[in-house]
């Protein structure tokens, strides 16, 4: 078997008024994706899905990636791996980045075409599964009134979620008062995250995570700059709130640096970002060597979705998954069997390779060519203004 094409796929769907939420990095008004096909002489393709900017990705594909592995046979992803990262392609777009990202979804869609090959799902080439549905804790929760976060958090966990996470990191005080709405509001028992998506500096980092161990919260997430490792280790030490990072770190030795270094409590690694699915095995080994838990981070398509299920399904060390529940049509209507949650599980697909089917009429729906929108947050809190 070889590899006759790859191809990109970008997609962008608009979202409507009343979906919309209020990020650090504005307005959420429309979700982007970018998916990767690969092409087989056998008939057989694969799909995979890479979280990052789609203009950089195809560009990405077309010069380097796809002229490396064209002929190259699907099922030898390790030999794919070495030509196309380690002896060849990080030379081109770096050891990290939109690099390694685009790698992620290649990775991924090469995986789906071995489980084709094979004829099982993509548990099953990972060793099958050790649980049967994989529990989820809901993402959707952006600063409003005190009072309306507490009564979504409160939907949320009626409806089985296995937890809720309050986006923070916009202004201090009120961080802290949605935190202690939603904890009244959910009862002490209840598990709350917090995620500053890089917001704090590492004084208002101090002071957010003791205010929020007060409240029980289970985790604070990227605090502060993704690459201050050092600052994470001193919040782990001195703060009293655990500490989870990764859905912006890229491949193993990322992940090893903040574990070795003693930066982190919890690792979240993406498998649209970090390095697809055999990186992925990698970075939950060492986290398992070190007794780090794992809990994937999701925020993109259906396909994307799909391959951390698997992973959450198949690996002991995952002890729960994030599920974001805003409004995202390409995780609703770009399958054509969306993976299927019940009472706060998702319930990995049995067909073989990913187990999912794209919809055409989704596929034109959402079709996008256009420049991708640059978006950039607001500054991180800093003491004295937080």
């Given amino acids: 078997m070889k590899i006759t094409d790859i191809k990109t796929i970008r997609l962008r769907a608009m979202v409507p008024i009343e979906g919309q939420v209020f ?27 890479c979280s990052g900017n789609g203009e950089l990705i195809e560009a990405i594909v077309i010069k380097i990636l796809k002229p490396l592995l064209v002929d190259m046979d699907p ?15 990080h030379k081109e777009f770096g050891t990290r980045g939109v690099g390694v990202v685009t790698m992620s979804g290649i990775d991924i869609a090469l995986w789906d075409i071995l489980g084709k090959v094979r004829g099982v799902p993509l548990h099953d080439l990972l060793g099958g599964k050790v ?5 989820v804790y809901a993402t959707a929760l952006y600063p409003e009134q005190p009072s309306k976060v507490a009564k979504r958090a409160r939907e949320f966990a009626e409806q089985g ?14 961080d802290i008062r949605i935190v ?13 995250m917090t995620d500053a998506n890089q917001g704090y500096t590492l004084d208002v980092a101090v002071k957010a995570g003791n205010a929020f161990a007060d409240c029980g919260v289970y985790w604070l997430e990227e605090p502060l700059f993704v690459e ?6 001193i919040l782990r030490k001195t703060g009293r709130t655990p500490i989870a990072v990764g859905e912006n770190l890229h491949m193993r030795y990322a992940f090893e640096n903040f574990i070795a270094r003693g930066a982190v409590d919890f690792i979240q690694p993406d498998v649209a970002r970090a390095g697809g699915v055999t990186e992925i095995r990698t970075i939950t080994a060492i986290a398992a060597k070190y007794r780090v838990p794992v809990s994937f981070h999701t925020w993109g398509d259906g396909v994307a979705l799909a391959a951390s299920v698997h992973l959450a399904a198949a690996l002991q060390h995952c002890i729960v998954m994030e599920l974001d529940y805003t409004y995202n049509p390409l995780r609703e ?11 706060g599980y ?21 079709a996008f060519s256009g420049t991708e929108e640059l978006s950039v947050r607001q500054k991180s809190l800093v003491a004295g203004r937080a």
Avoid at 333 to 343: D, S, T, W, Y
């Fill in 23 to 49: 990020s650090r990095s504005g307005i959420r008004n429309s979700r982007s994706a970018t998916l990767v096909q690969i092409e087989t002489d056998e008939g057989i393709s694969g799909i995979g899905s």
């Fill in 75 to 89: 099922t030898e992803i390790d030999a794919i791996w070495d030509k196309a990262y380690f002896r060849g392609g």
């Fill in 131 to 135: 649980r049967e549905k994989v529990p």
């Fill in 161 to 174: 979620f296995h937890g809720v996470k309050i986006k923070v990191g916009f202004d201090l005080d009120q």
């Fill in 180 to 192: 202690r709405a939603v904890r009244q509001e959910l009862g002490k028992d209840f598990v709350v």
């Fill in 228 to 233: 201050d490792i050092e600052g994470h280790a």
């Fill in 333 to 343: 209507e770009l399958l054509r069997e969306p993976v299927k949650i019940e009472n």
């Fill in 346 to 366: 998702l319930i990995p697909p049995e067909k073989p390779g990913l187990g999912v089917e794209l919809d055409q009429q989704a596929l034109q729906k959402f």
